[in-house]
């Protein structure tokens, strides 16, 4: 009968022990989360526009991201005020470009409005946690605008 009890006693533990090392999604470290945009870098015309795909592994939920216009992101500004979906577009100032599509924090696709006036511009697409430890990670699409 001994051998019999401690038998169990050790399948319990032995399921105790594997049920607590799952591999689901909720066991996800955000720290291996991966964000690129594509293309990387394109060259388009003042006043043209260009549309970026962002491609996110590893996230535990949904992939999801917020796109900003580096350049805009100054004086405390958040980078996003030139962003925008349906058919009104922002009011602006928005000197760097605006960015279509991204009203939803899941976008993963936007097309991204030149501004009249060269420049080089870095429109990001930024995936992060939304608990503590905050993890941000981002991939960066340099835009090349000609006269």
Known sequence: MESYGGLCIGALILLIGTAGCG???????????????SPMSATIPASG????????KGS???PSAVWFIAELAVNGASGSQCNWSGTTQPAGPCPDGTIEGAGASSSLTVKYHAPSTAGTFHVTAQWSTAFNPVVVKDGTAVITVGP
């Open 23 to 37: 591999s689901g999604a909720s066991g996800a470290n955000p720290n291996n989360v991966t964000v690129a945009v």
């Open 60 to 62: 535990p939920g949904a």
């Open 49 to 56: 526009e260009v549309t970026l795909q962002a491609t996110v």
